[in-house]
């Protein structure tokens, strides 16, 4: 567990500690916390985007980063069929004792074999591509894992404004590559991550992207700090 930082929060909180948090640093901004129980909310404690992420889900839906399982638990309760996916061998165990039934150990870049009706990425799921090549990298990949007519259901962050100046300017450095490109670490007790890659994709550059590699594109729900969530459909053609 060593190199699983949220796998053991997730396990220590499951056996009692109700106030760990895990540390996230990052080259954008101050180290800030996830506090674990957020992780295990229930229905009532999530956020619109993720009630509607959750109607809009249809078929056979793999649960991409599903963590502790509270979005995976919530479709299972509601008869549907769904999977759910993390790399997080931690978060695999703790899923399992919460219940969940189809849980996938595996990175979803590497998942072959299988199709979905549903790719489900909240929490900024689609942050795994890790940037704009990776996203098309992601766009591809998810073509082959979709149903015709298959559908991501993603949220992101334009996170423009965290590059406001007081003025309300914004400072860029265009040398930099795309503002959304963000490297983060994580760390729990004695278990740290290491530095990787977090796309954070504005809804026009996803919007582009996404047309470019076969899918439609609609915005589902925009809310007051620059999150979204996105519907895309793979063509049937």
């Not at 909240?122 to 090549?133: D, H, P, Q, S």
């Not at 996170?159 to 795309?178: F, H, Q």
Request: with cysteine; charged share 25%.
């Amino acid at each position: 567990m060593e190199k699983d930082p949220i796998g053991l929060a997730l396990a220590d909180y499951l056996k009692g500690a109700k106030d760990a948090e895990v540390v996230v640093a990052s080259n954008l901004t101050e180290d800030d916390v996830i506090p674990v129980h957020y992780l295990f909310r229930s229905l009532k404690e999530m956020p619109k985007l993720e009630l509607i992420a959750l109607e809009a889900c249809k078929g056979a839906v793999l649960d991409v980063g599903a963590g502790a399982g509270s979005h995976t638990l919530e479709l299972q309760a509601r008869g549907q069929e769904v999977t759910a996916l993390d790399v997080s061998a931690g978060a695999v165990d703790v899923m399992r004792q919460r219940g969940v039934k189809q849980v996938l150990h595996q990175d979803v870049l590497a998942l072959k074999g299988q199709q979905y009706d549903t790719l489900l990425m909240l929490m900024n799921g689609i942050g795994i591509a890790g940037t704009l090549v990776g996203l098309e990298h992601f766009l591809e990949h998810a073509k082959r894992i979709l149903k015709p007519g298959g559908q991501i259901l993603l949220e992101s962050s334009d996170i423009l404004y965290m590059y406001e100046d007081e003025e309300g300017g914004v400072l860029l450095d265009l040398n930099a590559g795309y503002y959304g490109e963000v490297k983060y670490k994580m760390h729990y007790k004695e278990a740290e991550s290491g530095w990787f890659d977090w796309l954070f994709v504005d809804p026009a550059i996803l919007e582009d992207y996404s047309t470019q590699h076969g899918f439609t594109f609609e915005i589902l729900y925009e809310g007051e700090f620059g999150e979204y969530l996105a519907c895309l459909v793979l063509s049937e053609v």
